[in-house]
């Protein structure tokens, strides 16, 4: 059976759209992206734009999406970090290359499926029909590790030191109009940035090093600086 409850409040309303109550909705649509920054932040640390605190219908919709099975929620939710790269990049020229944070193969198979690949894919689709010109780009192999949320702070910097590998070890290569691409790496929650910043690291050694991170939302001790 489909789920009848709001994924941003847990409550049973009318009127769901893909999962999401009206209100709700509201309350998506209200939020604006801006800069976070950890404090401290780790070195490497591309900056970074979120679309809003760890809080409220956000962390909620995030949760039920990457923890409960409520797939239909990457077409809104990629549609968002739209949003977030949009205001990160601001104007450009040049193509976008999207970078997602992989899971780690034990995490794929428990969500059935690389969540941020699919909030790429989503995100993507809603840039190219706004004309940009992005590819979604997957250069980085995740290392198996515990899962963040069983560590704190010390435990994620180490989980994060080797955490990923380059797949080919070769930059991202430029699009065909022979433009280098804008790269942007993508994640859905940064707390600590140790996790944005070790795969950064990664890709900053093969030639890639991303402009910016993208992220749908910053716990709320990481709030916009």
């Not at 977030?84 to 995490?107: I, K, Q, W």
């Not at 840039?127 to 949320?149: F, K």
Request: aromatic fraction near 2%.
């Amino acid at each position: 059976m489909l789920p009848a409850d709001c994924a941003g409040c847990r409550e049973r309303r009318p009127g769901l759209r893909h999962g999401v109550c009206p209100a709700c909705v509201a309350a998506l649509n209200a939020l604006r992206p801006g800069p976070v920054r950890p404090t401290p932040a780790p070195a490497g640390l591309p900056p970074c734009v979120a679309l809003g605190p760890y809080a409220g219908p956000l962390r909620e919709a995030l949760l039920a999406y990457k923890e409960h099975g409520r797939h239909g929620l990457a077409r809104p939710l990629g549609g968002l970090l739209a949003e977030v790269v949009a205001a990160a990049v601001g104007e450009v020229s040049r193509p976008v290359a999207l970078v997602p944070v992989p899971d780690t193969a034990a995490a794929a198979r428990a969500r059935y499926g690389d969540h941020l690949d699919r909030l790429a894919r989503h995100c993507a689709a809603r840039l190219r029909r706004g004309g940009w010109s992005v590819r979604v780009l997957r250069p980085l192999r995740a290392l198996p590790r515990p899962d963040s949320v069983t560590l704190d702070s010390a435990g994620r910097a180490a989980a994060a030191q080797a955490a990923f590998r380059s797949r080919s070890g070769t930059p991202v290569r430029a699009g065909a109009a022979g433009l280098a691409p804008v790269v942007v790496l993508l994640d859905d929650i940064v707390t600590t940035g140790v996790t944005l910043a070790a795969a950064a690291r990664v890709l900053r050694a093969t030639g890639s090093a991303p402009s910016v991170a993208a992220v749908l939302a910053a716990t709320e001790k990481r709030l916009r600086s």
